[in-house]
């Protein structure tokens, strides 16, 4: 039997880097242009909460 790789479910470095850089990118225009209006009420609340990560990062020099 061989080991099982844990990796495997890890994203290769450059791919969490990308997905960083968008979390990043999604943040600071949260902070810039604010919470769409006109969402349904899932996606309110799931801007509301991206807009609070984003408030967050802002605080703690994160962005």
Request: hydrophobic share 30%.
């Amino acid at each position: 039997m061989g080991a099982i790789r844990k990796t495997a479910s890890m994203p290769p470095r450059s791919t969490a880097a990308k997905l960083r850089q968008s979390s990043l990118e999604r943040s600071r225009e949260l902070l810039k242009n604010g919470i769409p209006e006109g969402l349904s009420d899932f996606d309110r609340r799931v801007a509301e909460s991206e807009y609070k990560v984003a408030k967050y990062r802002q605080r703690n020099g994160l962005l």
